[in-house]
């Protein structure tokens, strides 16, 4: 009799509001914008759409569940992206050829992220003040280099824009970042360090390492996206990934990765996430609303998702 | 039962934690003028019952009255307010502040004056708190940080005593106190009882509760097993009230031999660090050398620069081959464990699974490739924790729903399944009830029969005699007496050269 009731109790436990969250959030998302669309929202230029922003969310997201596992913050992706597009940009239209842009974007974001990780492990400086320095930084780089105006890419450039890259990228990362998250040291010691980094020091276990190859990661990651941005759109502005920082944020938190890191975090959180988030992006487009008030809706759902999943129990003060 | 001289009644207290069942249907009175001991293992319900009563917690159900009225404070703050105050086991200070800043947090009112704070005002009131419990050497305009731990605790009290309380609550504050520390607590709980306010005392230290207590309620599981009082104190039969069953009286080695191997498998040369000065020593293969001394003696630092954790600021730390030990990766490699006196914050992540914490140091060894799988873990942990037999219902469970006997259990199995040749440990019975202790010694036996060695940092004297082959007694971070394990060991004699 107690045993069957502390059974239930432990299941009742187990599907706790945490683990609902996410898959509620994108079913109520996925619902609301089909009945406001009338249905559009499953059409197949709706969900191009969908695949076309997804991309740059959900390789985001996954880069950052790392970093969140760990109890720390990337805000400068975006502007990585945009330097890293600008610089694939300038390496394109030079001798060397578009197919050099590919190692150029991935390359400039690569050495974003070492940095980033320097900083943030050896200065001990908080990762959030450390990378919205880089991110000032970066804004004011991708002016210097575009010299305050656009650079277009040779158009032979849009032609490497297919689905099969897309496709290919999705299935890359979603695999691989499931792999290394889940069923690698690299994605068990993560979690540690979110969960207690003095313990995983006196572990004997070197953090400082893990964080710089998880920053690495991010700006390997932003700069594939300031190549695949520069192959859609044929150029480089100021404002390219401008969107990118505050999008993946949501897309992590409305996929239920905690802020605070540690045993939590789960990999499919960022899957999830990504697909609340692009749904919820291209149908405010379908109902032509504009990007400002869309700007406005997904800071209200932003904090919303903040006070509703946020995990007090584990957090006496907040800094 | 007459309502005249009870200051407070707890009726049919319930609480749970989850499906722990922390408290059920217990009922306590504690009399004006009063020395009431809680006793009893851990898990057992005497820290929950009495953080119910200063409101730290909210009890499920069950009645409270102070002074006759009904009772039900919905914060430490009302609590307080009605006179009823804890000391916490674990420190609730804050480092950056001043001592005064410290004593009278949330009080900064009283020295409010013209909306600027009155700083000196403050500073002469802090002294004057601080000499009423017979703390005269603390200085009140100094940071905390400065102090060491056992006067930190101090001003903790004095905090407490300066709101004056009815009843003080003093939850293991004892384990962090010298002698000299302790002696002004007990004094403070003896001017109260003479003030006919009353103290609730939990502590682990059995002979401590039966020197200081009026009266001894003992509770196991959550159950309210009996109340006793001093006349009929008798330690064999409250232990056995404790565990439920029959006790060893003494539950450290039984032999008297002390290491006979020579083969140095560490070495400390001249270390300078912090309070530490010039400490040499060698550890043996097969051997536990304790080290005992004051609270702030310098021996806790010492188990960190063995382990690599802390520079020295002069000196080396080698392993027997000879080869420097600079970080704790590096003590890894030769098979050098460490646990802190700090077990949830440094050695454990309370936030994960058993599973979690005992594999994090041998990912290595449970990869294959770069590959982790569960069942693989899983192996891991049949391997190496049922010897250790954790009371736990999965090793999917939380590290922070266990006990602390069985969080130390997790601490060594982490340590054991990596193979550790070499174990520091900080204060391994800290806080951890007599049932687990005798576990935990029982494997030190075990550990040194198999040839390992063991570096033992205790506070506890008893202990470090019951278990050590050899002792170093370290007083102001020097070493001021070395002992060979023999018969005629006494705590009085180590104490001569601990103060």
């Known amino acids: 009799m107690s045993d069957t009731k502390a059974v239930i109790i432990k299941t009742v436990k187990k599907i706790n509001f945490q683990t609902i969250f996410p898959f509620l959030g994108l079913i109520i998302i996925v619902a609301l914008f089909t009945i406001l669309t009338k249905g559009k929202l499953f059409s197949n230029n709706s969900l191009r759409v969908v695949m076309n922003d997804g991309i740059y969310i959900l390789l985001g997201t996954i880069g950052f569940t790392f970093l969140f596992a760990m109890g720390m913050m990337d805000f400068s992706i975006g502007y990585n992206m945009g330097v890293s597009c600008a610089v694939a940009c300038i390496v394109a239209n030079s001798s060397a050829g578009i197919y050099a842009a590919i190692p150029a974007a991935i390359l400039t974001g690569t050495i974003i992220g070492v940095v980033n990780g320097v900083i943030v492990t050896k200065t001990k400086i908080m990762s959030m003040i450390a990378t919205m320095g880089m991110m000032f930084i970066l804004q004011g780089g991708v002016l210097v280099i575009l010299n305050g105006s656009v650079l277009q890419a040779p158009l032979a450039l849009m032609d490497l824009y297919t689905n099969s890259l897309k496709i290919g990228f999705i299935l890359l990362f979603v695999i691989g970042g499931y792999i290394l998250f889940e069923l690698t040291i690299f994605g068990r010691v993560a979690k540690a360090i979110g969960a207690s980094p003095e313990a995983v020091r006196q572990t004997g276990i070197n953090a400082d390492k893990y964080k710089i190859i998880a920053y690495t990661l991010m700006g390997a990651i932003a700069g594939i996206l300031g190549f695949v941005s520069l192959a859609r759109t044929g150029s480089a502005t100021n404002t390219t990934g401008s969107t990118l920082m505050f999008n993946v944020m949501n897309a992590a938190l409305l996929g239920g990765v905690p802020m605070t890191g540690g045993p939590t975090t789960k990999f499919r959180g960022a899957v999830l996430g990504t697909l609340t988030v692009s749904f919820m992006v291209t149908g405010m487009t379908l109902l032509r609303i504009s990007a400002q008030n869309q700007q406005l809706i997904k800071g209200i759902i932003f904090l919303t998702a903040i006070g509703i999943c946020f995990d007090r129990k584990n957090m006496k003060v907040i800094k | ?499």
């Open chain 2, 1 to 499: 039962m007459s309502q005249g001289d009870s200051l407070l009644i707890i009726e049919h207290m319930y609480k749970s934690f989850g499906i722990t069942k922390a408290l059920q249907d217990v009922s306590l009175e504690l009399r004006r003028g009063q020395i009431l001991g809680l006793i009893g293992e851990n898990g057992s319900g005497k820290s929950t019952i009495s953080s119910i009563a200063a409101a730290l917690q909210l009890a499920d159900s069950g009645e409270m009255y102070l002074e006759g009225q009904p009772y039900h404070p919905k914060s430490s703050v009302e609590a307080l307010a009605r006179g009823v105050c804890m000391i916490l086991q674990e420190k609730g200070t804050f480092d950056l502040l001043t001592v005064a800043k410290n004593i009278f947090v949330g009080k900064e009112e009283l020295f409010v004056k013209h909306g600027f704070l009155n700083n000196k005002a403050m500073i002469q009131e802090a002294r004057r708190a601080l000499d009423a419990i017979h703390a005269t050497h603390i200085q009140a305009n100094l940071p905390l940080s400065s102090l060491n731990f056992e006067d930190r605790k101090l001003v903790e009290v004095a905090r407490a005593m300066y709101s004056n309380p009815k009843i003080l609550v003093v939850d293991e504050t004892t384990t962090a106190l010298s002698r000299g520390g302790r002696d002004i607590l007990y004094k403070i709980m003896q001017d109260m009882k003479a003030e006919g306010k009353s103290v609730i005392f939990i502590s682990h230290d059995l002979a401590e509760i039966m020197e200081v207590c009026d009266t001894v309620t003992i509770l196991r599981d959550g159950i309210y097993i009996d109340t006793i009082e001093k006349e009929h104190f008798h330690a064999p039969t409250l232990r056995r009230m404790m565990v439920g069953r029959e006790v060893a009286e003494n539950y450290y080695r039984t032999d008297m031999e002390s290491c006979k191997k020579s083969e140095v498998v560490l070495k400390m040369e001249q270390i300078c660090c912090r309070d530490v000065k010039d400490v040499s020593f060698e550890l043996h293969k097969g051997e536990i050398l304790g080290f005992g001394g004051l609270g702030d003696c310098g021996m806790h630092i010492l188990g960190n620069v063995a382990f690599g954790l802390t520079g020295p600021d002069l000196g080396t730390v080698k392993a027997g081959d000879g080869t420097l030990i600079k970080n704790p990766n590096m003590a890894m490699k030769k098979k050098i464990a460490y646990i802190s006196k700090n077990r949830d914050q440094e050695t454990l992540m309370v936030s994960c699974s058993i599973k979690d914490n005992v594999c994090l140091a041998s990912y290595n060894k449970i990869s294959k490739g770069p590959f982790i799988f569960k069942k693989d873990e899983q192996k891991f942990i049949q391997e190496h924790a049922k010897d250790l037999d954790i009371k736990m219902q999965n090793i999917d469970q939380y590290v922070m729903e266990l006990s602390g006997g069985n969080k130390q259990k997790v601490a060594l199995a982490k340590w054991l399944g990596f193979g550790a040749d070499i174990f520091i440990m900080d204060c391994p019975t800290r806080g951890i009830d007599i049932g687990v202790k005798s576990n935990i010694y029982q494997l030190m036996t075990e550990l040194r029969d198999q040839g390992k060695s063991i570096i033992m940092i205790s506070e506890e004297l008893s202990e470090i005699i019951g278990m050590s082959d050899r002792i170093i007694i370290l007083k102001e971070g020097q070493i001021s007496g070395e002992f060979k394990r023999e018969e005629k060991m006494t705590e009085h004699l180590l104490i001569d050269y601990m103060v």
